[in-house]
């Protein structure tokens, strides 16, 4: 092929989609008033560690076994971010009988309970997580998101498996 780009450029690449993402929850968050529910903040937490993981693989530019290294930690990023988002798209397509009870806000609970504990309340869902603010081309915010951190993964898994 006469331009498959270099793994530097590949993970410049990654990490200018993720400051695109960025950019446009917060535009999202700060100009339209759609504030993040508990697993948004989730897939902005990872969406930001799939980015500093790139930027730092572009800045170091590794080759063979480090470079691998770097998509390897891409690949855990973008998956942590697939089940965050997966789990709120299920949350979201769930009949409104079904849909959990909304709860005290994630500030309460980092404040009241162990880190730990909080992952697990916020990837159980509340109610707030089930409601859809935005909507394009049929797909939710969620859906979008879900989207971008497939497009990511399998970025950073051509960049595991290919040659240098």
């Known amino acids: 092929m006469p331009f498959i780009p270099s793994p530097r450029l590949t993970n410049l690449g990654i990490f200018l989609l993720t400051v695109v993402a960025m950019l446009f929850a917060l535009w999202l968050q700060y100009d339209q008033h759609l ?6 903040v989730f897939q902005r937490v990872a969406m930001m ?13 590794p080759t063979g076994v480090g470079r691998r290294i ?27 009988d079904q849909v959990p009870s909304c709860g005290p806000g994630l500030d309460y609970w980092l404040d009241t309970f162990p880190l730990f504990e909080v992952v697990g309340k916020v990837l159980r869902g509340s109610g707030e997580c089930a409601e859809i603010d935005w909507v394009f081309m049929g797909i939710t915010l969620p859906g979008w998101t879900l989207v971008v951190f497939a497009v990511l993964a399998v970025l950073a898994v051509w960049q595991l ?3 240098d």
């Open 35 to 40: 504030e993040p529910c508990p697993l948004c």
């Open 49 to 61: 560690a799939t980015g500093a993981v790139a930027l730092l693989a572009f800045l170091h530019g």
């Open 70 to 96: 770097y998509a390897g930690l891409t690949v855990l990023t973008t998956a942590g971010g697939i089940v965050v988002a997966g789990r709120h798209v299920w949350l979201q397509q769930l009949p409104p």
């Open 161 to 163: 498996v290919r040659r």
